[in-house]
């Protein structure tokens, strides 16, 4: 929006200067054109000016809240990938240290599969504990406690190898796994509750783009030029702290909630304040009129918990929708793909020291994908979007 109208100011601009010299030739005075512009711009500079300082809140909100969210999920499915052979082979390793005698290759493979699965219990964790942390905590302080458990885990995976130790890598990907899940959860909650109502779908879909590019850059940095060899590979675990001392370094710059403020915590001001911040100069009185309309609507409510969820007609359609979707994302494949990329395009006959730049085009389809979807769903409706999807997943 804010380029089209910089294109439409631009042609103001230029239809206003060749209209005033037009007009002098025909007075036969002369004012140079470059005057008028000179006269257009300074008009013109302090509303843009105004406009971008208006949007400067909700950008840095965005870009704080995905770097340690989404960002950091999607980093965390990608860095494992890199190390399979290493990690393996440090397994086995240890095993033979400790006990003198080697592992079969399934029982690597069971151990490896372990590894794997901790993240996603981890996550199934988290996500039952982010609802009680948005609640308790705020949004925004939810998502800075929230990154306590991924530096654990970056400590744990970290010194894993120097303590011979693979079980430390199975506690820190656990512990990797719970601020995915809290982060999934809360990261686009707190984008839907900041943005203005005219662009909050736009600004809750920015996830997606945060996602897919922490997925590039795990790959990225995962390679053998960079940390995914046989010395480094402790330290390529341990990078999922990187994103989330950036969010602690960004984050506390940034607003609440503000329907967090006025609904949870009944304190008009600071949602007062929070608007502020995060619209500029704008009139908040009729966003400060829809978020008190809501207010009275759930008085004497609670929140509902996951069983009353169940029973609840109302809500009936919404949790199908829900289910539907979602488990249709995790069985297609998407995930294992990432994790197993070593085995698969192994057996497809790609080589080895091929496969890691072939993972990182995968990435890179994910990553086009996301930003072009943004737009995809604006034009046509979610549910085409996604039927069209997985009938292509279906026929691939």
């Known amino acids: 929006q804010m380029v089209r109208e910089f294109q439409i100011t631009a042609l103001q601009i230029h239809l206003f200067t060749k209209h005033r010299h037009l007009q002098t030739i025909g007075d036969n005075t002369e004012i140079s054109p470059a005057a008028e512009v000179t006269c257009r711009l300074e008009t013109w500079r302090p509303e843009m000016l105004r406009k971008l300082l208006q949007i400067r809140g909700l950008l840095l909100t965005i870009i704080a809240a995905c770097i340690g969210g989404t960002f950091q999920y999607g980093f965390n499915l990608t860095?494992?990938?890199?190390?399979?052979?290493?990690?393996?082979?440090?397994?086995?390793?240890?095993?033979?240290?400790?006990?003198?005698?080697?592992?079969?290759?399934?029982?690597?493979?069971?151990?490896?599969?372990?590894?794997?699965?901790?993240?996603?219990?981890g996550g199934l964790v988290g996500s039952f504990i982010a609802g009680p942390m948005a609640i308790i905590f705020g949004r925004r302080n939810s998502l800075l406690l929230n990154n306590a458990f991924v530096l654990i885990g970056a400590l744990f995976m970290g010194l894993s190898k120097t303590a011979k130790s693979f079980e430390m890598i199975v506690i820190g990907r656990f512990f990797s796994g719970i601020n995915s899940g809290v982060g999934f959860n809360i990261n686009p909650m707190y984008l839907s509750e900041s943005a203005p109502s005219k662009i909050r779908g736009m600004v809750a879909l920015s996830f997606a783009p945060f996602t897919a590019a922490g997925l590039v850059v795990g790959q990225a940095i995962g390679l053998r030029e960079v940390l995914g060899n046989?010395?480094?590979?402790?330290?390529?675990?341990?990078?999922?702290?990187?994103?989330?001392?950036?969010?602690?370094?960004?984050?506390?710059?940034?607003?609440?909630?503000?329907?967090?403020?006025?609904?949870?915590?009944?304190?008009?001001?600071?949602?007062?304040?929070?608007?502020?911040?995060?619209?500029?100069?704008?009139?908040?009185?009729?966003?400060?009129?829809?978020?008190?309309?809501?207010?009275?609507?759930?008085?004497?409510q609670r929140a509902k918990r996951v069983w009353e969820?169940?029973?609840?007609?109302?809500?009936?359609?919404?949790?199908?929708?829900?289910?539907?979707?979602?488990?249709?994302?995790?069985?297609?494949?998407?995930?294992?793909?990432?994790?197993?990329?070593?085995?698969?395009?192994?057996?497809?006959?790609?080589?080895?020291?091929?496969?890691?730049?072939?993972?990182?085009?995968?990435?890179?389809?994910?990553?086009?994908?996301?930003?072009?979807?943004?737009?995809?769903?604006?034009?046509?409706?979610?549910?085409?979007?996604?039927?069209?999807?997985?009938?292509?997943?279906?026929?691939?």
């Not at 240890?94 to 901790?118: K, S």
């Open 79 to 121: 860095i494992i990938n890199a190390p399979t052979i290493f990690i393996q082979r440090f397994i086995n390793e240890t095993w033979i240290e400790r006990f003198d005698t080697h592992l079969e290759n399934w029982v690597i493979t069971l151990l490896w599969t372990i590894i794997v699965a901790m993240y996603f219990v």
């Open 230 to 300: 046989d010395e480094l590979w402790p330290l390529l675990l341990a990078t999922c702290a990187v994103p989330a001392v950036i969010q602690l370094a960004l984050l506390p710059w940034c607003p609440e909630s503000p329907r967090y403020l006025l609904i949870d915590r009944k304190d008009k001001d600071s949602c007062i304040k929070a608007l502020t911040r995060l619209r500029g100069n704008d009139d908040i009185a009729a966003e400060l009129d829809e978020i008190l309309e809501e207010q009275r609507a759930l008085e004497g």
């Open 309 to 396: 969820l169940f029973r609840d007609r109302g809500v009936r359609w919404q949790l199908i929708i829900t289910f539907v979707l979602g488990s249709a994302v995790q069985l297609c494949g998407n995930d294992a793909m990432y994790y197993y990329a070593v085995y698969v395009f192994r057996a497809a006959g790609i080589p080895n020291d091929k496969v890691q730049y072939v993972t990182i085009g995968t990435g890179c389809c994910e990553f086009t994908t996301s930003l072009l979807s943004v737009r995809t769903v604006l034009i046509f409706t979610c549910f085409t979007v996604n039927l069209c999807f997985f009938k292509l997943v279906s026929v691939c």
